[in-house]
């Protein structure tokens, strides 16, 4: 697995270490739970997935221009690690209602099939191809691909301790007054 892939999967595995089902399924009114911004993360990675397998089977990408707007998203968010709050993700990885275990299970599932796929297409075109469109960054070459989908996934990490915290402090009584 290369490296970028293997941080995403350890970071993973460390926020969701010793979660049962039903904190994997707890959530603040309007949030995500858990579970749901796993599945979102899942459906991110078997979309690249799908994407770049359309790629090699196609034998050559077939790429449009980057706009001035998406040059300067990708420059932020690839190129300097910022990941802004509050945007809605796209319609195509919108969590569900997750079922919790199927959440854990398919998360690891997907990001190896994207591992593969995406060293398969670099030992083809090579890490600088840029081979795929995001739906809102735009064309990004291969390693741009890896380092997006770590800090969307460190990103989404942040949101599981503060949800595991919330979990907590809710759990934890107060001193009576």
């Not at 039903?22 to 579970?35: P, T």
């Not at 297409?121 to 890490?127: K, S, W």
């Amino acid at each position: 697995m290369h490296s970028e892939s293997e941080t995403v999967r350890v970071a993973i595995e460390r926020a969701i270490a010793g979660m049962n089902a039903e904190e994997l399924a707890w959530r603040q009114e309007g949030k995500w739970c858990v579970a749901q911004i796993l599945e979102h993360l899942s459906l991110t990675y078997s979309g690249t997935a799908k994407g770049i397998r359309g790629v090699l089977q196609n034998e050559a990408p077939k790429i449009r221009p980057s706009t001035w707007k998406e040059r300067l998203s990708v420059q932020v968010l690839v190129g300097m690690g910022y990941f802004p709050r509050g945007r809605k993700a796209p319609k195509q990885v919108m969590p569900r209602e997750a079922n919790p275990q199927s959440a854990v299970n398919e998360i690891q599932v997907h990001l190896s099939e994207m591992d593969r796929a995406i060293s398969e297409c670099e030992q083809r075109f090579g890490a600088k191809a840029t081979v795929l469109v995001h739906p809102v960054l735009g064309p990004l070459n291969l390693k741009q691909w890896r380092k997006f989908h770590r800090i969307h996934c460190l990103h989404h990490m942040k949101q599981i301790r503060a949800l595991r915290a919330r979990m907590q402090e809710e759990k934890t009584p107060r001193a009576a007054l």
